[in-house]
């Protein structure tokens, strides 16, 4: 069982910075997981942001976020990080962190591939 507590979020104005953090709990070592972000704006379904392989730290991201969103790690803490620059109305969403074994690639951006969910942090960008 993981638990995953999230921390970062709020208001920022367009073109500013905001980092998000994810403290996992549970298993003594993470090897194997992912670890991923997700966000769910008003109205829209959940969509995929950005992901790190607990093991060799090799990120994927989505296009939409790709060049402004760094995604991180940090063993000794067990924390994983969403570093997000240059911030855009349309990243106002609920950010949402998750973690599973996730074996292929091609299911690390799928939602329904991870059991293990933090609670959800807004994260607001005014125009």
């Known amino acids: 069982q993981v638990q995953l507590v999230e921390s970062g979020g709020g208001l920022v104005q367009y073109g500013g910075s905001l980092r998000l953090s994810c403290t996992a709990s549970g298993p003594r070592i993470f090897t194997g997981y992912t670890m991923a972000w997700f966000r769910q704006a008003p109205g829209k379904e959940r969509e995929f942001a950005a992901a790190i392989r607990w093991s060799t730290g090799i990120p994927y991201y989505a296009d939409s976020v790709k060049d402004r969103f760094t995604i991180s790690r940090d063993d000794d803490k067990n924390t994983f990080y969403l570093q997000m620059d240059s911030l855009r109305p349309e990243d106002t969403a609920v950010y949402y962190c998750?973690?599973?074994?996730?074996?292929?690639?091609?299911?690390?951006?799928?939602?329904?591939?991870?059991?293990?969910w933090g609670q959800g942090t807004q994260v607001t960008v005014s125009s």
């Open positions: 998750a973690a599973d074994l996730i074996a292929s690639p091609s299911s690390i951006g799928e939602g329904d591939e991870y059991d293990y």
